[in-house]
């Protein structure tokens, strides 16, 4: 499918009145429900977290060190798809503030291994806990199949060059 090139030139601009309408290739109203189904989904944990001066990346870095505990800094980078000097200051941030461990992997002394504290599952789980809830209004009424449908559609959404397997 070829990309649509938007104009580099500055002309008078005229504007359209018409909203713009699905097409073969362009399901609208799915779009705009994404946008709208991610900021509600988020909406909850941000709360949470602006309370401790915290943003969405130190929701990312809390989410994927609970769920793989002793997950090294490479693995974490490679999973988030971030730079090292964007996770440095997060990373630090949860580490200085008592919900990440980091220690010296046991083979490789320079290999850093991260591990959630008590107080960090806790925050994982205070943070997971509103969004499963939301999660499973969604599926209420739904067929038992609607799950697994759900799933295998989001991960068809996932970019396969740049996301780990599962």
Avoid: C, W
């Amino acid at each position: 499918m070829a990309t649509r090139q938007t104009s580099s030139k500055v002309t008078k601009a005229e504007p359209l009145a018409a909203p713009m309408e699905n097409t073969g290739i362009i399901d609208f109203e799915i779009i705009e429900l994404f946008f709208f189904a991610y900021r509600d989904f988020v909406s909850d944990p941000d709360a949470i977290l602006e309370k401790s001066g915290f943003g969405r990346a130190h929701h990312r870095v809390v989410h994927f060190v609970n769920r793989e505990p002793g997950m090294t800094v490479a693995d974490l980078l490679d999973t988030l798809k971030i730079t090292k000097q964007s996770l440095a200051r997060v990373l630090k941030q949860l580490i200085d503030s008592g919900y990440i461990r980091q220690v010296a992997g046991p083979e490789d002394r320079r290999q850093r291994k991260l591990y959630p504290t008590k107080t960090g599952r806790e925050l994982a789980l205070a943070l997971a806990e509103p969004q499963s809830r939301r999660i499973e209004r969604a599926f209420d009424g739904a067929a038992p199949d609607v799950r697994e449908s759900v799933k295998a559609f989001l991960r068809g959404m996932r970019d396969r060059q740049t996301t780990k397997a599962g």
